[in-house]
C-alpha cells in the first residue's frame, strides 16, 4: 500500500466512524424520542381510559342511584295509596239478654265522625283508623239494619267449658249468617279477597262477656270454618265484642278498635295475659291500644304502638296488603 492511500484511510476511516457514532446516537435518541412518545401516548391513552372509566361509574353509579330513587318514589307511592275497607257489621241480641241499644247509636260508633252524636270524646272506629293512619285507611261498616235475635239464649253459646267453646262460636256465627242471608239486603259494597271471602266482619252482642280472659264470647278475632254464606258472601276473618250494659257505647269503642285490629291489620295483642303473669312479662301498657286498649281513664283509643317484638314496625303493620293477599 503507498502512502496516498494510507493517508487517505487514515482520513476515511475516522469519519466514517464518526458518522457511525453520531448515527447510532441519533438512532438511539430517535428511538428514545419514539420510546417516550409510545409511552406519553399510552398514558395519554390510560389515562383517557381512566377517565371513561371513572365516567362510566360515575354514569353506573347515578344510574342505580335513580333506580333506587325510583324504587323509593315507588314505595312511598304505594304507601299513601288511600286504602277503603267496607266491612260488615251485625248487631244480636238473645232470648235473655235484649239488647239496650239501637242500630242508630251502633251505626254512628261504627261510621260517624265524632262518634255517637257527631261529638263523642272517643270518636268512631272510622275516626281511629283514619288517624292512626294518616289518613291512609278509611274504614267503614255496613250494619246491619235490624237487631238479629239470636235462636238460643246467651248462656247457650257463651260458655267457658273448653271442649264446647270452639264449637258454640262457630255455631254462634253460622245462626248469624243464616238469618242476615234472609234479608233483602245490597251487601255489594262489602270489602271481599279473590275468594269472595269478606275482608272484615264485625259482630257486636248485647250484654256483657260471661267469663273470664279467652273464654266463651270472650272479646275476640279469629277465622270461620263454618260454610254459612250470607247474599252471595263467604266468610273468614271475624271479630266478636260485647256491648256491655252500660247506657253509653263510648266506652266499648277501645275494645272495637283492638279488636278489628287484629282482624283486619294483624296487630299482635301486647298485653301481659294471665298465662303471662308469672313470668313477669314486659308491655307497653297504657301506651298502646293492643296493650291496654279499656283503661277507664283514657278519653279516646291510645294510638297502637311502634315498639313491636321481632322487628315488626308501626309502617309495616299499618300497610295494608292487597285484598288478594287477605286469607
Known amino acids: 500500500m503507498n502512502i496516498k492511500a494510507l493517508i487517505l484511510a487514515a482520513v476515511l476511516i475516522p469519519m466514517f466512524l464518526g458518522y457511525t457514532v453520531v448515527a447510532n446516537e441519533e438512532n438511539e435518541n430517535q428511538l428514545v424520542s419514539t420510546e417516550n412518545e409510545n409511552q406519553e401516548v399510552s398514558a395519554e391513552d390510560e389515562n383517557q381510559s381512566d377517565n371513561e372509566e371513572d365516567e362510566n361509574q360515575a354514569a353506573s353509579a347515578e344510574d342505580e342511584n335513580q333506580e333506587v330513587s325510583a324504587e323509593t318514589e315507588g314505595d312511598d307511592e304505594e304507601d299513601s295509596e288511600l286504602k277503603k275497607v267496607v266491612g260488615l257489621a251485625i248487631v244480636v241480641d238473645f232470648p235473655d239478654q235484649r239488647a239496650i241499644h239501637t242500630i242508630k247509636e251502633v251505626d254512628e260508633l261504627f261510621n260517624r265522625i265524632g262518634g255517637i252524636g257527631g261529638d263523642s270524646p272517643s270518636g268512631s272506629v272510622f275516626d281511629y283508623y283514619y288517624e292512626i293512619s294518616g289518613g291512609r285507611l278509611e274504614h267503614t261498616n255496613i250494619v246491619v239494619p235490624s237487631i238479629i235475635t239470636m235462636p238460643r239464649e246467651k248462656t247457650y253459646y257463651d260458655v267457658a267449658d273448653s271442649t264446647l267453646k270452639g264449637e258454640r262460636r262457630q255455631e254462634f256465627i253460622t245462626d248469624i249468617l243464616n238469618a242476615v242471608d234472609t234479608m233483602d239486603l245490597d251487601l255489594s259494597s262489602v270489602a271481599r279477597n279473590e275468594s269472595n271471602r269478606v275482608i272484615a266482619l264485625s259482630i257486636f252482642y248485647a250484654g256483657r262477656r260471661a267469663h273470664g280472659w279467652s273464654e266463651g264470647l270472650w272479646p275476640h278475632a279469629g277465622s270461620y270454618r263454618g260454610k254459612a254464606t250470607a247474599r252471595g258472601l263467604n266468610f273468614r276473618r271475624y271479630q266478636i265484642t260485647d256491648m256491655g250494659t252500660s247506657q253509653s257505647l263510648s266506652g266499648r269503642l277501645s275494645t272495637l278498635v283492638h279488636e278489628i285490629g287484629h282482624m283486619l291489620l294483624r296487630w299482635p295483642d301486647l298485653y301481659q295475659s294471665p298465662k303471662d303473669t308469672a313470668t313477669n312479662?314486659?308491655?307497653?301498657?297504657?301506651?298502646?291500644?293492643?296493650?291496654?286498649?279499656?283503661?277507664?281513664?283514657?278519653?279516646?283509643?291510645?294510638?297502637?304502638?311502634?315498639?313491636?317484638?321481632?322487628?315488626?314496625?308501626?309502617?309495616?303493620?299499618?300497610?295494608?296488603?292487597?285484598?288478594?293477599?287477605?286469607?
Open 281 to 327: 312479662t314486659f308491655t307497653v301498657g297504657r301506651w298502646c291500644v293492643m296493650a291496654a286498649p279499656t283503661a277507664p281513664y283514657l278519653m279516646r283509643p291510645t294510638f297502637f304502638s311502634d315498639t313491636l317484638p321481632d322487628g315488626l314496625t308501626l309502617r309495616t303493620l299499618l300497610t295494608l296488603r292487597p285484598e288478594k293477599d287477605f286469607p
